[in-house]
């Protein structure tokens, strides 16, 4: 069998190191616990015969891989010269190298509670096709979030699940949740991500000097604010599930940062500076909201309204 890699996860917390990527409804959900922001990386567009190596593991990339890296960048992600993802995710100080969720004995609170189903992809990368998902785990494996955890092995292992072997993801859990992650990306997308885009576009992604603010192999963290500006004008019930979600969200941060100034780490200031950052965005995006939606006013496309609303209120999972 080529190409195998077995897990078996014993929930030892070393790979929640940081908050996960999120979707708004998991944003929505969590409130409490996670601040939200939206964050830019670059995808790197890949090229025919481009050899791809892990260690011992090597891929040439074929026209059918290509097609497949084509229809997740066309279906999940961005195009503007370069290819873009554009997703929610949690926000908290690197300096406390956790998620918010991560309990002192390595469990996820909200385990049970609508966990991230980005959490459940864990080791998988929804933005790679099933074919070299094995290039995936062989990177993990050597990767300082997964080492010493031993939960990745190549080959089949006893107490192990078969993750990936011979270019199919084997695992019939891991094969639904990278389903419904790629499912929720591709919502992200439609709802809100597709506008945030387009209002950036001039001001970041077509130009270089903004671009280079998008670390290599990295993110930039922006407000989530116009994630919330572009739902929020679907109907009056959206626009009231996003005001609910600042409220929360500005004590959350207040909490965060007032827990910051009692840690007095110099690493964490510039963390504080993005946190107040962000609580001015929600604050001015707060006042938008406010303005009463009046009588005639009605949402430019009535028939998006169910299906927007029914998505913040998680009514999807
Ligand atoms: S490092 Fe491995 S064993 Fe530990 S929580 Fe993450 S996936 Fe599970
Ligand atoms: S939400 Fe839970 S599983 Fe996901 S990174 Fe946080 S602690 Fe880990």
Redesign the pocket.
């Known amino acids: 069998m080529v190409n195998a890699f077995s897990f078996a996860?014993?929930?030892?917390?070393?790979?929640?190191n940081s908050p996960p990527a999120m979707s708004l409804p998991e944003l929505f959900r969590h409130r409490d616990l996670f601040v939200g922001c939206i964050a830019i990386g670059r995808v790197p567009r890949r090229r025919l015969h481009e050899k791809l190596r892990v260690g011992k593991h090597e891929n040439i990339l074929s026209g059918a891989e290509i097609a497949a890296f084509d229809t997740i960048a066309d279906t999940l992600l961005h195009r503007a010269g370069d290819t873009f993802s554009i997703t929610t995710q949690g926000y908290d100080y690197p300096s406390l190298a956790r998620c918010p969720a991560l309990e002192d004995d390595g469990r996820c609170a909200i385990h049970f509670e609508g966990k991230p189903v980005t959490c459940e992809v864990?080791?998988l990368d929804p933005l790679v096709p099933d074919a070299l998902q094995h290039l995936v785990l062989a990177g993990r494996n050597q990767s300082a979030?997964?080492l010493g955890?031993d939960?990745i092995q190549e080959g089949e292992r006893t107490g192990a699940a078969l993750m990936v072997a011979e270019g199919r993801i084997e695992d019939a859990s891991a094969k639904d949740a990278l389903a419904r992650r790629r499912a929720s990306l591709a919502a992200e997308r439609e709802v809100w991500g597709k506008t945030v885009f387009e209002s950036l576009r001039k001001d970041l992604f077509e130009s270089p000097a903004a671009l280079a603010r998008v670390p290599a192999g990295g993110f930039l963290t922006i407000s989530i604010a116009p994630a919330l500006l572009a739902v929020a004008g679907v109907s009056a019930r959206c626009r009231q599930l996003c005001l609910d979600y600042i409220d929360s969200q500005l004590a959350l941060i207040e909490r965060c940062i007032a827990q910051a100034l009692l840690r007095r780490r110099l690493d964490d200031r510039p963390f504080t500076r993005e946190l107040r950052g962000f609580a001015s965005a929600y604050q001015r995006a707060k006042a938008i909201l406010a303005v009463p939606v009046s009588a005639g006013d009605s949402s430019s496309q009535p028939s998006r309204v169910p299906y927007v609303e029914a998505y913040l209120s998680g009514a999807d999972r």
């Open positions: 996860c014993s929930a030892c917390g070393k790979c929640c864990v080791p979030a997964y955890a939960c």
